[in-house]
């Protein structure tokens, strides 16, 4: 049993690291269907985001969004059974910010994830990645995308237990054919207090290690963007903590875009916004908001959902208390 005392990352040093390698994470891919772009580009201003009140609002610097779901449906099961977790979803993810997902549990943000990644398909709806709409493609084209195009860090962690640390983490870029760099290999995993813990495999490192892992092989990747669902889930808040720090710098230093599912306020607070979901529809969004207004729109949106969801699809204009359980 091995007894692992959680690293302390020094965030100033992630910081330098990103701002030094920017240029080489985004090394451009001629394979990748992007349109052509800065190798880095440009990071927020500080301050709070402003409200969006339209497109005319959009800011010129990030002119399309990451990813567009447009009226998102999806239904599992039959008759009593039948859920619809997706119910004409509609949203933007902003490229180069930190989105966090947050409703109660069954509002379908796992599913919205998923779709959002390319790993399960709508019933109707499209969404478009990078200015790609993925939703009609074969399976093969859509493996591909997601190898090339999406980082993904899980509660689970999902890391291959037969293999080490370090196969891990060069396993999406060696599956995709990329070149993986060595020095930046190396000081990320450094600052990420992995260094040693190379040759380990998954279940000989901590869950704060394991997620870290996680996160390397993300980060290591450079995709478009890093969907993360409950990544925090299983750690101790300081792993935690240390985890939405990384995430949180990525999107900061080099404008890699982020979108984590999280039940956790503290967690989604540390996003730059923040969306409700509420019977499979967007229920409302927050801007920089502090864990304190989260957990208050959380509150209200779980009340109002437990009053109004019922089992079946097609029950979401019913008035609220019409309905009994089915909120899970
Ligand atoms: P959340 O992540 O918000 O807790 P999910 O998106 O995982 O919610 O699930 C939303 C609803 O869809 C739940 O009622 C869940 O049981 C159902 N669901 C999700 N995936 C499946 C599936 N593969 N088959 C059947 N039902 C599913
Ligand atoms: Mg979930």
């Known amino acids: 049993m091995l007894l692992v005392t959680p690293q302390t990352i020094p965030w100033s040093d992630v910081r330098s690291l990103l701002n030094h390698q920017a ?49 998102l449906v999806k239904t599992y099961g039959e008759g009593d059974a039948r859920v619809r977790p997706l119910d004409g979803l509609t949203i933007d993810i902003a490229a180069s910010r930190f989105t966090a997902i947050m409703g109660p549990s069954g509002s379908g943000k796992s599913t919205l994830l998923n779709m959002l990644a390319g790993l399960d398909t709508p019933d109707s709806g499209e969404v478009i990645l990078g200015g790609t709409p993925i939703t009609g493609l074969k399976d093969a084209q859509l493996t591909a995308l997601r190898r090339d195009r999406i980082g993904f860090v899980f509660q689970a962690f999902n890391l291959v237990p037969a293999m080490t640390a370090e196969e891990n983490i060069v ?32 279940h000989e490192l901590s869950g704060g290690q394991q997620q ?7 980060l290591v990747a450079s995709p478009d963007v890093i969907v993360a669902d409950e990544p925090t889930g299983n750690l101790d808040s300081a792993s935690g903590e240390e985890v939405l720090g990384l995430l949180r710098a990525s999107v900061d230093e080099f404008g890699q875009t982020v979108v984590m599912v999280t039940h956790d306020p503290q967690a989604a607070a540390r996003a730059d916004r923040v969306l409700m979901l509420a019977d499979g529809r967007l229920a409302g969004e927050l801007h920089s908001p502090t864990a304190e207004a989260v957990a208050t729109a959380l509150t209200q949106v779980t009340a109002r959902a437990t009053g109004a969801q019922a089992p079946s699809a097609g029950a979401h204009s019913a008035p609220a208390g019409a309905h009994g359980g089915g909120a899970r």
């Open 23 to 71: 240029g080489s994470m985004h090394t451009p891919d001629q394979s990748r269907a992007v349109s052509p772009a800065p190798p880095v580009a440009p990071t927020a201003p500080a301050g709070p985001t402003p409200p969006v009140a339209g497109p005319a609002h959009r800011e010129p610097a990030i002119p399309e969004p990451a990813i567009r779901a447009i009226r």
């Open 171 to 202: 396993l999406p870029s060696q599956l995709a054919g990329r070149r993986v760099d060595r020095r930046f290999f190396r000081r990320i995993v450094d600052l990420l207090g992995l260094t040693d813990r190379l040759r380990h495999r998954p």
């Open 212 to 218: 870290r892992v996680a996160v390397a092989r993300a």
